[in-house]
C-alpha cells in the first residue's frame, strides 16, 4: 500500500487532509515536517501532505525554506476547511470542564467559546496530541481542542462542536511527490510555484517580475523570506497561474531567470476546486 507522511499525531489536521485528499494511501504520522519530507527523499513514502498557510493565522514557519531544500516537486495542493470541536473524555460535561488543552494557534482561534466558558488555558504541541494527553488520563475533566477525526481516534466526546471564531478557516496544504508528476492535460487550469533569489541590485526585484505583466501571467502569491539568517539575500516564492510549457510562462519564467542568482521550479500542478468557490 502507497503510503503518505505529515506531521503530527494521528488525528491531526494534516492527517485529516490526508484521508480527505488519498484516502487509498496510508497515512503515516511523523514527528517534524523534516522527517515527513525526508521519507519522501529517502524513497519510504510516496507523498507527503505538507501545510503551507492558513486563512486566519497566515503562513507555516520555515515551510518555505524546506521546500526548496529536499529536491522534492509539488505534486498537488489540498484546501482543509479547520473545524474545532471541544473533546472531553466520556460522561464529562461542558459544566465540568475547567481548562482546555490545544496548540497555541487553535487555542487564539476559539477565543469566543473559551471566554465564554470561563476555561484556563494550557499550551500543548498540536491539538491532535492535546486530544491523545486527555485520553490518557484517568478521570480527566480537562477539555481539548482538536478535529473530529481526533475525537475519534482516541475515544472522545464531542461536547462542543465547530467552536471556531470564524467559519472560513482553512489550511491550504502541497503535496510533496519524489518522482510522481502530472501529465498537462486540456481543460484543466494550473498553477506553477517557484523559489527565486534576485541579484543583490539596485531595482533587481521590479524587473525580474516585470516579464509576468508583459507576458501576461497572474501571479497569484509572492512572499519572502531569509535563509540562512542572511538579511541582505531575500528569497522569494512565487505561485502563477498556466503551466510550464505555456508559451506565457515559459517567456516570464526566462526573464525572471535573466535577474535571479537562483530559480527553482518547485512543481507545476492543477488549482484545486476550492478556488473555485
Do not use: W
Not at 504541541?125 to 475525537?151: M, R
Not at 507576458?215 to 502569491?221: A, E, P, Q
Request: proline share 2%.
Amino acid at each position: 500500500m502507497k503510503k503518505i507522511t505529515f506531521q503530527g499525531e494521528h488525528g491531526a489536521y494534516s492527517h485529516l487532509a490526508c484521508t480527505k485528499a488519498f484516502s487509498d494511501l496510508e497515512p503515516i504520522p511523523c514527528r517534524t515536517f523534516e522527517s515527513a519530507l525526508d521519507n519522501v527523499r529517502s524513497g519510504n513514502s510516496d507523498l507527503a501532505m505538507i501545510p503551507i498557510e492558513n486563512s486566519v493565522a497566515g503562513r507555516v514557519a520555515d515551510i518555505h525554506y524546506l521546500l526548496g531544500d529536499y529536491d522534492l516537486k509539488i505534486y498537488a495542493e489540498h484546501f482543509q476547511k479547520v473545524e474545532h470541536q471541544l473533546l472531553a473524555q466520556p460522561g464529562v460535561s461542558i459544566k465540568e470542564i475547567k481548562s482546555v488543552r490545544s496548540h497555541t494557534m487553535a487555542i487564539g482561534q476559539c477565543q469566543a467559546i473559551i471566554k465564554e466558558l470561563g476555561l484556563q488555558t494550557i499550551v500543548m504541541a498540536d491539538t491532535a496530541g492535546s486530544a491523545k494527553y486527555i485520553s490518557e488520563q484517568e478521570n480527566c475533566k480537562d477539555a481539548a481542542i482538536a478535529s473530529k477525526l481526533a475525537a475519534e481516534t482516541y475515544g472522545l466526546e464531542i461536547v462542543k462542536d465547530n467552536i471556531q471564531d470564524m467559519q472560513h478557516n482553512t489550511t491550504r496544504f502541497l503535496v510533496m511527490s519524489k518522482d510522481l508528476q502530472q501529465k498537462k492535460e486540456e481543460n484543466i487550469k494550473y498553477l506553477t510555484s517557484c523559489i527565486f533569489e534576485v541579484r543583490s541590485v539596485p531595482s533587481a526585484l521590479y524587473k525580474a517580475l516585470g516579464g509576468f505583466a508583459t507576458n501576461g501571467v497572474n501571479i497569484t502569491k509572492l512572499e519572502s523570506f531569509i535563509v540562512e539568517g542572511d538579511f541582505n539575500k531575500a528569497q522569494f516564492y512565487i505561485d502563477i497561474d498556466g503551466h510550464v510549457e505555456d508559451k506565457s510562462v515559459k517567456g516570464a519564467l526566462e526573464e525572471l531567470d535573466f535577474y535571479t542568482d537562483k530559480l527553482i521550479v518547485l512543481g507545476v500542478y492543477p488549482m484545486h476546486e476550492y478556488r473555485n468557490q
